[in-house]
């Protein structure tokens, strides 16, 4: 799987040299924010859930052609979550370092756009403390998250250069928190976005 991860990467890299320079008028900018929820941490005795929020941002290089946007990029993502395991309460603090795509649908008679997005993370750590206690267990990882999921965004008042956007999306987010221990987490996210 990790060898397929990183073939998706030197594939994306190279269809974004492939392309056209002039194809590449925009920067798409966004900053988001919102809850993570659902989570389970699969591979201990017993599964945990694991909830919290989450918030970070994206830039991506942006390709139009008519009716569609596509997005390629990077994007920084924080995570603060909560789960009990033996009657112990625990923090969860991560933090995704990676590549995001996107492909947005803009059909001229919707109020919204629709679109589908997918990330992997080139760097990945987990931060592991007990509630009320100073230990901290640290994992990091390399092309071991990933993410994918759709959403919605909604066009506010246009402007000649710069094209400014809210929106909302789902993501199911997979990680690993240690070498035995897999997560997999829903995240709802709330942002905005700004093309220029």
Known sequence: MKELKKSLIVLLMF?????????????????????????KIAGQDSESSVSGMNYGFRFNALYRIPFFDFGLGGYMQGSPLTYELDNETYKLNKLS???????????????????????LAVYDKSETTMLNSDDITISEFNFDASYYGLGVSYPLVPMPIIDVHLFMEYLYDVSRVTNENDLKCHKLNFGMFMSI
Do not use: Q
């Open 97 to 119: 370092l990676g590549l995001d795509s996107f492909a947005r649908f803009k059909p001229e008679l919707l109020p919204v756009f629709p679109y589908i997005r997918a990330g």
């Open 15 to 39: 269809g974004t040299i492939l392309i056209p320079s002039g194809l590449f008028a925009l920067i798409n900018m966004e900053v988001f924010t919102g809850s993570s929820f659902a989570g």
